[in-house]
């Protein structure tokens, strides 16, 4: 298994922004994919994770209403689109795979890194 993440950049504040998180060997997983994140000199932290099967959503109270998770499971493809970004959204984000629960631990696949940047 393998995770690609891409789109990531810099925005203004209140901006949008979408990742995505390519899954190879995606028949290999059961249970879903997660977003997480990680800023300068903090722990990485969960943001949103979905079901591959049935499409259920989790997210951090810090992201949502503004951040949503998605999946296009013909092209084996998670998404997080990120509206109204603020300052704090800054860090470099991570797809993993194969759960839903938000606990770095929990995760044992991880795709490279994709650094957002937010700025006022």
């Known amino acids: 298994v393998q995770l690609q993440a891409c789109g990531g950049g810099s925005a203004q504040a209140g901006g949008v922004m979408r990742l995505s998180c390519l899954a190879s060997?995606?028949?290999?997983?059961?249970?879903?994919v997660g977003w997480f994140r990680q800023a300068p000199g903090k722990e990485r932290e969960f943001v949103a994770a979905i079901s591959w099967s049935d499409g259920n959503t989790r997210y951090a109270d810090s992201v949502k209403g503004r951040f949503t998770i998605f999946r296009d499971n013909a092209k084996n493809t998670v998404y997080l689109q990120m509206n109204r970004l603020k300052v704090e959204d800054t860090a470099v984000y991570y797809c993993?795979?194969?759960?839903?629960?938000?606990?770095?631990?929990?995760?044992?696949?991880w795709g490279q890194g994709t650094l957002i940047t937010v700025s006022s």
């Open positions: 993993g795979a194969d759960s839903q629960l938000p606990a770095v631990r929990m995760y044992h696949y």
């Open positions: 060997g995606r028949a290999s997983l059961k249970n879903g």
